[in-house]
């Protein structure tokens, strides 16, 4: 069966990094689409990053040049790589894998918590 496992998240200083991973497994990981998505509290939840299958990047406004996204499709893993949080970049951030035809397959999160 297909799953997603992030982890990474925890507890950051604001001005601190974190890098997230998600490992994936049950699915043909090189065409899928992977992105990161967060929904903080009492907030809908919204793109963070996405990394295509075909090797296109796109981010969120407020996290351009504070966050990059990768992919290691040997691994079957994406990353996300958090420079200069923010105490408004604290949310659950999830995985996301979009299947070719449709559909999509979803992590269970990880909670990142920036605060000093």
């Known amino acids: 069966q297909v799953q997603l496992v992030e982890s990474g998240g925890g507890l950051v200083q604001p001005g601190g990094s974190l890098r997230l991973s998600c490992a994936a497994s049950?699915?043909?990981?090189?065409?899928?689409?992977m992105g990161w998505y967060r929904q903080a509290p009492g907030k809908e939840r919204e793109l963070v990053a996405q990394?295509?299958?075909?090797?296109?990047?796109n981010y969120a406004d407020s996290v351009k040049g504070r966050f990059t996204i990768s992919r290691d499709n040997a691994k079957n893993t994406v990353f996300l790589q958090m420079n200069s949080l923010k105490s408004e970049d604290t949310a659950v951030y999830s995985c996301?894998?979009?299947?070719?035809?449709?559909?999509?397959?979803w992590g269970k999160g990880t909670l990142v918590t920036v605060s000093s």
């Open positions: 990394f295509s299958s075909r090797g296109v990047t």
């Open positions: 996301n894998a979009r299947q070719p035809y449709g559909g999509s397959f």
């Open positions: 049950g699915i043909t990981f090189r065409v899928h689409d």
